[in-house]
């Protein structure tokens, strides 16, 4: 690519504990993709790169912290059970149908989704790994792939936990941690949780993710009676990651919504993120985190989807709404996560929930994922107050106003509509794999 310069009337750089509200400012990406300035326009370098000049607000790309998006080819289906029914009856029999080409087709529908919305970066849990980096790429999106590890029915066929578990060894070693254009992929280990693996596979894959400095990401205490196994021998599941040394790398813990005031502190003693997933939680009635608590004990956390599988969908505005709403109604307090509190979980706290501190903010240093929002839009009442802009983008505008996207400086959205794919043609491509899984 080449370098650029954006000029925008506003600029959220989500780089300050607020929403970091800059006015009539520049930004500066250099030809690698990074941003190498943000400031007043009076005040911006000069550099002789082309001008951007848009008409609304510019920001970061959101952060999306969990999810297993090539499953939007099931969604809709067994919508009103709650988890483990849904899990055995619905979503496992129908994952043991799923091909490579199906996965790499459903992650195009759902990555492109994602785009739309705003959301520039996805922490995927899934199988068949290569296709979705794949399909990311093609995208021109950017993953945190933490490939599947797991003994479930049906999953026997892509190999023994071990061979999973090494196969994304032989995968960092061999390409490293970040690679692709503008490094656009990152590679972890997906430990699926502790009632799909032993404590021993959770150990050794914690292990080998520590040797390599890789996320370990694992669903933890999603569901009441989930682990019940685990809690009878180590009382939780966050004590059976500490006890057996599972906790001393970089891990992310998904849901962790059935956790004890013990399970906090050891979270926080060992520095370990969340990724908040309340749409999710709420449709199969899995409970409501203590997001408030876990911010107070100085744990990260940032927001996820979840599959549209089980959310319906991948739209991380609406997890912001929702994260508010359920904060707010489970500690009686309308001032528990403000506007600005949400938007902040999903930007710069969902990059520090993944241990980045180049992605979900506008600062030099960090690539330059941004997305421009359109302010000719009825939800922004009065975009000359600070407070209220960020109150309307975050309870009112959302995706709907999304309106150009760029990774690492490259346009991939463009007045909504992607550059790099046809939508017809994967909307098609989806729809057949999806017919044909549901048999």
């Known amino acids: 690519m080449c370098a650029r310069r954006f000029h925008a009337p506003i600029v959220l750089t989500c780089d300050d504990e607020g929403p970091g509200i800059r006015r009539d400012a520049a930004v500066d990406v250099d030809d690698a993709g990074r941003i190498t300035f943000v400031g007043p326009r009076t005040d911006a370098p000069a550099t002789g790169a082309p001008t951007t000049t848009l008409s609304g607000l510019l920001m970061p790309g959101l952060v999306n912290t969990h999810a297993h998006t090539p499953l939007a080819l099931l969604r809709g289906m067994g919508g009103d059970l709650p988890l483990m029914r849904w899990l055995t009856e619905v979503v496992w029999p129908a994952e043991a149908r799923l091909e490579a080409p199906d996965v790499r087709t459903g992650m195009l529908a759902g990555g492109l989704e994602m ?36 003994t479930a029915p049906g999953m026997d066929r892509l190999g023994t936990w071990e061979q999973m578990r090494d196969g994304i060894s032989r995968w960092i070693d061999a390409d490293g941690l970040r690679f692709g254009p503008g490094e656009r992929v990152e590679l972890g280990y997906g430990a699926h949780s ?59 813990a998904a849901h962790a919504i059935q956790l004890s005031d013990q399970d906090m502190e050891i979270f926080a003693r060992h520095d370990v993120a969340v990724a908040h997933c309340p749409g999710s939680n709420a449709k199969l009635a899995a409970g409501v985190a203590k997001v408030a608590e876990m911010l107070t004990a100085g744990l990260r956390v940032g927001l996820g989807t979840d599959s549209p599988a089980s959310n319906d969908d991948l739209d991380l505005w609406e997890e912001q709404r929702l994260a508010s709403l359920f904060a707010r109604q489970r500690g009686a307090d309308a001032t528990a996560l403000t506007a600005a509190d949400v938007l902040r979980l999903a930007t710069a706290g969902g990059a520090e929930a993944l241990g980045r501190d180049d992605l979900g903010r506008v600062r030099p240093g960090a690539w330059a994922d941004l997305i421009h929002i359109d302010l000719d839009d009825p939800a922004f009442v009065d975009p000359d107050d600070d407070a209220q802009l960020v109150s309307n983008l975050v309870w009112s505008a959302g995706a709907r106003a999304v309106r150009d996207v760029w990774v690492a400086g490259e346009p991939v959205l463009a007045d909504r509509a992607p550059t790099r794919v046809d939508p017809g043609e994967i909307l098609t491509a989806a729809r057949t794999s999806g017919r044909r899984i549901k048999g």
Do not use: C, K
């Open 115 to 150: 785009l739309r919305h705003g959301v520039t970066t996805s922490t995927e849990m899934y199988f068949w790994a290569d296709t979705v980096v794949d399909a990311v790429l093609e995208l021109g999106s950017r993953v945190v792939m933490t490939p599947g590890i797991i």
């Open 194 to 252: 502790a009632y799909t693996l032993s404590p021993d596979a959770v150990a050794t894959t914690a292990a080998a993710a520590r040797e390599r400095d890789a996320l370990l990401h694992i669903h933890v205490a999603e569901a009441q009676g989930e682990d019940d196994e685990v809690r009878g021998v180590y009382g939780s599941v966050p004590a059976m990651l500490e006890t057996t040394g599972s906790l001393d790398g970089r891990v992310l």
